[in-house]
């Protein structure tokens, strides 16, 4: 692990986020591939302190090069092949995708703290697991994408569009992000392209916070204590952990600290308390309204609503609508 101080933690001071990005993507008929209409870099110095003007308007963030955006279906006659067709436009929901991780990731910097990703090959194929992203042997800079067709079978359909777009973003976050050389942790990774995924507007029903669990967890449980550290620290700090990340490897220590003036442990021991609070105070707001009503046997929700019809359901017929759906864990490398 290098000891030198590393240049990229010198992170450029960036304004506020102008605008929420909570909001799901533009729809896909208006969406656009990355333009040239943005201020292109002409530096070859992966040096996001210099003068190189900001890569993003307020509403896009252009790379300095375009990548080229491919889809490769190995097995057409899939339903999973045919779901997809039928579901996604393809070329807008790769566009998208690009869109909405550049704009998380490096929104206000420069075009060259960007990686030089030159093309994204999506791949259906028949396979286990959900997806992984995987750079070619003979050039990191040309990323695979691979999404398995059982997968999508294996969603319910009314849910199937949604997570299709939803494992798309993440897998377009590792085509994308840093991770010090491969140093960063994989839980770290992970939940840096499920925060991404949360705040493109892609969270699935089944996910929920947890604290039952270390910070570094990964996936959702990792994206959602970031997007706390967002509300908590300041609206770019993913960014700021992300840039860390581009030039140098993982030093727990100077990271967090750097980004959030604290160390992990206390993060996260902060991060759960205010969880945990979350969960008191709506619990004891649900008893206020029980007891304004003198109906301690009756759950609050159901106050003032109609009662909802008896569920005959089994639970597994429940999962299947989307509740607490197991989701397989995603195969192979996915950074
Ligand atoms: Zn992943």
């Known amino acids: 692990m290098s000891t030198e101080m590393p240049k990229c933690y010198q992170i450029a001071t960036m304004p506020p986020t102008a605008a929420s990005s909570s909001t799901p993507p533009a729809s896909q008929s208006s969406a656009l591939p990355p333009s040239h209409n943005a201020t292109e870099s002409t530096s070859d110095v992966p040096d996001c302190s210099s003068s190189e003007q900001p890569a993003s308007d307020e509403s896009k963030v252009v790379p300095s090069r375009k990548p080229l955006l491919r889809l490769e279906l190995r097995d057409l006659s899939s339903s999973g092949s045919r779901a997809f067709l039928r579901l996604v436009h393809a070329s807008a929901a790769l566009e998208d995708a690009v869109d ?157 600290h750097d980004c959030c003036g604290k160390g992990i442990e206390k993060l996260w021991e902060d991060y759960r308390k205010s969880v945990e609070d979350e969960c008191d105070k709506s619990e004891s707001s649900s008893e206020d309204i029980t007891d304004q009503k003198g109906q301690e046997d009756v759950p609050a929700q159901e106050k003032d609503q109609p009662a909802p019809p008896e569920d005959h359901r089994t639970p597994r017929e429940k999962a299947r609508r989307g509740g607490n759906m197991h989701v397989p864990v995603r195969p192979g490398t996915s950074s």
């Open 100 to 256: 909405a991780v550049l704009k998380l990731l490096y929104k206000n910097m420069r075009p060259s703290c960007i990686p030089p990703t030159r093309s994204v090959t999506l791949v259906l194929r028949d396979m286990d697991g959900v997806a992984y992203t995987t750079g070619l042997d003979l050039d990191d800079d040309h990323k695979e994408i691979h999404l398995s067709t059982k997968y999508i079978e294996f969603v319910p359909e009314s849910r199937q569009k949604e997570e299709i777009l939803g494992v798309l973003v993440h897998e377009m976050v590792h085509c994308w992000q840093h991770s010090g050389f491969g140093s960063a942790p994989v839980g770290l990774t992970e939940g840096i392209a499920d925060f991404v995924r949360l705040k493109a507007g892609y969270a699935p029903p089944h996910w929920k916070r947890h604290t039952d669990c270390d910070w570094d967890a990964g996936y959702e449980r990792t994206g959602y204590f970031l997007d706390w550290l967002e509300k908590d620290h300041g609206a770019d700090i993913v960014r700021k952990i992300n840039e860390a990340l581009r030039e140098c490897q993982y030093d727990a220590h100077k990271l967090w």
